[in-house]
T-cell receptor
Framework: AQSVTQPDIHITVSEGASLELRCNYS??????LFWYVQSPGQGLQLLLK??????LVQGIKGFEAEFKRSQSSFNLRKPSVHWSDAAEYFC??????????FGTGTSLTVIP | EAGVVQSPRYKIIEKKQPVAFWCNPI?????LYWYRQNLGQGPELLIR????????DSQLPKDRFSAERLKGVDSTLKIQPAELGDSAVYLC??????????????FGEGSRLTVL
């Protein structure tokens, strides 16, 4: 069965510092991988996705993620965090049958 | 283009009362999902529709939850009777793909249910 692990429940970074959010997945075949962001009281917004091809994918708001098959990871990165990036971040894996599995999320706090 | 629309945004009810949530997906999106999100958790699937057919409802508590998607467009999720543990955010999402083709999910803003 597919599953997603986000080992960091909460991360605090200073504005302007770099960010890396970890995501590990469990899936037997090549996965479809996603990162979503959720601001308080809002739905989830897609940041980026990996389906195939280049393992480094670029997303919106300056985010990028790298798919590492050998580590079963899809970590999200941003070189310089802005105060508006404070939110909840969810990693998800999907199979070819449109079944999505979400991690428990990482809450990001940005210190001015 | 309008996004996924959900209503109501907030609902407070007493336990044992019924409640219903409505979702209108993005036009042309054949696949519709209902998720439940508990506080501090990720979304968990309740039911997935492809057009008007429920193709995955294995996680739907069928003793009290029901859903329908008449005409394969908008959808309603009902809880009757509600229990304290049903307090959560109910998210609707739609996708332009279906079958064996996986695409991204587009989410609505959610309906927050509080059961007293």
């Amino acid at each position: 069965a597919q599953s997603v692990t986000q080992p960091d429940i909460h991360i605090t970074v200073s504005e302007g510092a770099s960010l890396e959010l970890r995501c590990n997945y469990s899936y037997g075949a090549t996965p479809y991988l996603f990162w979503y962001v959720q601001s308080p009281g809002q739905g989830l917004q897609l940041l980026l996705k990996y389906f195939s091809g280049d393992t480094l994918v670029q997303g919106i708001k300056g985010f990028e993620a790298e798919f590492k098959r050998s580590q079963s990871s899809f970590n999200l990165r941003k070189p310089s965090v802005h105060w508006s990036d404070a939110a909840e971040y969810f990693c998800a894996v999907a199979n070819t049958g449109n079944q999505f599995y979400f991690g428990t999320g990482t809450s990001l706090t940005v210190i001015p | 283009e309008a996004g996924v629309v959900q209503s109501p945004r907030y609902k407070i009810i007493e336990k044992k009362q019924p409640v219903a949530f409505w979702c209108n997906p993005i036009s042309g999106h054949n696949t519709l999902y209902w998720y439940r999100q508990n506080l501090g958790q990720g979304p968990e699937l309740l039911i997935r529709y492809e057009n008007e057919e429920a193709v995955d409802d294995s996680q739907l508590p069928k003793d009290r939850f029901s859903a329908e998607r008449l005409k394969g467009v908008d959808s309603t999720l009902k809880i009757q009777p509600a229990e304290l543990g049903d307090s959560a955010v109910y998210l609707c999402a739609s996708s332009p793909t279906g079958g064996r083709v996986t695409g991204e999910l587009f989410f609505g803003e959610g309906s927050r249910l509080t059961v007293l």
